[in-house]
Nanobody, 123 residues
Framework: VQLQASGGGLVQAGGSLRLSCAAS?????MGWFRQAPGKEREFVAV????????YYADSVKGRFTISSDNAKNTVYLQMSSLKPEDTAVYYC????????????????????WGQGTLVTVSS
């Protein structure tokens, strides 16, 4: 499965941005992670293709929305009320059904990764 992330850019604090991740095939879960300079990659959100269940990191809950277009094999991350601390490279990832549950929130839960897209939020 190949993943192509896009949509990053520079935005002012309080602004919005939508990221897209196009997948060449269907897996079980699609997640977004981010990595700020000098920090570890951290979980942001995940959506389960079948049924559409979603989960979010506490830091983005209420501000970010993950959604999917099953016909296009594409997952979106709508980011609103952006803060400077949201600045990071955002990665999309695809995971198999064997790693469900708590694996959703860890990089270990995913087999395939996109190339990353940079989001910069200015204050």
């Amino acid at each position: 499965v190949q993943l192509q992330a896009s949509g990053g850019g520079l935005v002012q604090a309080g602004g919005s941005l939508r990221l897209s991740c196009a997948a060449s095939g269907r897996t079980f879960s699609m997640g977004w992670f981010r990595q700020a300079p000098g920090k570890e990659r951290e979980f942001v959100a995940v959506i389960i293709w079948s049924g559409g269940s979603t989960y979010y990191a506490d830091s983005v809950k209420g501000r970010f929305t993950i959604s999917s277009d099953n016909a296009k094999n594409t997952v979106y991350l709508q980011m609103s009320s952006l803060k400077p601390e949201d600045t990071a490279v955002y990665y999309c990832a695809a995971g198999p059904p064997q790693r469900a549950g708590t694996y959703y929130f860890s990089t270990l839960g995913y087999d395939y990764w996109g190339q990353g897209t940079l989001v910069t939020v200015s204050s």
